[in-house]
């Protein structure tokens, strides 16, 4: 297959030699431009302020999801985004850089707008540059900012199977991602039971039971690297203990481990850096690992027989500590960007310590509604990957489909 007169054309070509990939019959490399209809004349920027006086149920897109919902649209037909500008293009990986939305709406200057062309769907597109990297051409527009123009959004190359083929895929994608939204939404709401039932069940502070200090019933643990060579850890506030070398992309050894503590399985840290979720800091058990090596200003301690570690597990989670740890912080003083909490007034901080009885009930139901959340996580997480491979496939031409007579079809028919 060869073309001519176009140098886009045959640079998307090369790049397909390159990447050893023979085109399938009937698909075609292409451009945006060339394939795709960019309709920007349809964007129409409207200020917060005005918005205010129009609202209803159309929604306004911005580049990277809906502003607002107005009371008129300027578009009815299906469209996909991509953004204009912002620093989300270098978060590709993780972040989508395109929506979709098929009805009445409204969009701002600050992203184009992709309908459907003779050659490719608004649909195909949305899902051909979900995940794509776009950085060969943005421009600057300073420090962290990128701009993808009309013009670059014209040079992006993509590969145009026939309009039938690309419905077929775009169906099969549609279910996969009608099974990821529902799953979305089982784990969102078992979030919500497991927070009604972290309220009802979790002691608060009118609540009648012993109150007693960490210092009362825990061992502040000190306890230096034994020279044996262990996973070097840290607290991120919303997963607990990381390998430090994921998070960071850098190894510890040597010397630098020296003033490290070494954490045993059931043991507790606190990690007094503010964070989104907690801002006085966090408290996480080791769990998953049986010994670990913590930066020494952790606070770390090992609770006594009285207490069961699961419900001061769950205690923690819950932020029980925020107003008292908030109460120490001397808010002008930092220590290397983290909060200015001594250990000992740590330790001096006050938990409600009910019958081991109350404990390990409040723990076992929160333990099962955690373990119901796991399971939907990873059924989350295995359809998002399932759906990251068939679209490689599919988009691409790895994969053509021969989908029974399905809605599509019988419309082409």
């Known amino acids: 297959m060869s073309w001519s007169g176009s140098r886009s054309r045959s640079t998307a070509d090369a790049r397909a030699a390159r ?23 349809l964007r129409f920027p409207i200020n917060s302020t005005d918005r205010q006086q129009q609202r209803g149920p159309y929604p306004y897109f911005g580049p990277t999801g809906v502003l607002d919902f107005l009371d008129h649209y300027r578009i009815d037909e299906p469209i996909a985004l991509i953004g204009e500008d912002g620093d989300h293009f270098l978060k590709f990986k993780e972040r989508q850089m395109t929506l979709f939305h098929d009805g009445k709406s409204n969009v701002n200057n600050h992203a184009h ?84 039932l972290m309220q009802a069940l979790l002691p608060n502070s009118v609540d009648q039971q012993e109150i007693l200090s960490l210092h009362a019933i825990s061992e502040r643990i000190q306890r230096t690297s034994d020279g044996a060579k262990h996973p070097v850890l ?15 992309s850098r190894f510890m050894a040597g010397k630098s481990l020296n003033d490290y503590v070494l954490l045993k399985r059931g043991e507790f840290a ?8 907690y801002e006085f800091g966090c408290i996480f058990p080791l ?10 200003v952790y606070v770390c301690f090992k609770l006594d027989e009285r207490c069961a570690p699961d419900y001061f597990k769950y205690l923690f989670e819950a932020d029980y500590l925020h107003d008292q ?19 000992a007034d740590f330790m001096n901080v006050t938990v409600p310590v009910p019958s081991m009885a109350r404990q390990k009930y409040i723990a076992d139901v929160l333990t099962a509604a955690s373990s119901e959340i796991k399971l939907l996580q990873k059924d989350l997480d295995a ?9 490689a496939d599919l988009l691409t031409g790895k994969r053509r489909i021969r989908m029974p007579q399905s809605t599509a079809q019988r419309e082409a028919a």
């Not at 908030?326 to 960007?337: D, E, K």
């Open 325 to 343: 740890l908030g109460a120490l912080v001397n808010t002008g003083v930092r220590n290397n960007g983290l909060l200015n909490i001594r250990p």
């Open 113 to 196: 707008v992709i309908g459907d062309s003779e050659e490719c769907l608004a649909k195909w597109f949305y899902y051909y540059y979900m995940h794509r990297d776009l950085t060969p051409v943005l421009s600057r527009q300073g420090v962290g900012r990128y701009k993808l123009t009309k013009a670059g959004l014209e040079e992006l190359e993509i590969l145009v199977p026939p309009i039938n083929e690309q419905r077929q895929a775009i169906e099969l994608l549609d279910v996969w991602g009608a099974a990821i939204s529902s799953t979305e939404k089982l784990l969102e709401n078992s979030w919500k039971q497991k927070k009604a």
């Open 270 to 277: 606190y990690n007094k850096g503010n964070s989104k979720l």
């Open 19 to 41: 990447e050893g990939r023979m085109l399938p019959d009937g698909w075609k490399a292409s451009t945006v431009g060339r394939s795709c209809s960019i309709k920007n004349s």
């Open 383 to 391: 359809l998002r990957l399932q759906k990251r491979a068939l679209m």
């Open 234 to 248: 840290m607290i991120s506030s919303g997963a607990g203990f990381v390998r430090q070398n994921e998070k960071y």
């Open 287 to 296: 769990e998953d690992y049986e010994q670990g090596l913590v930066p020494h």
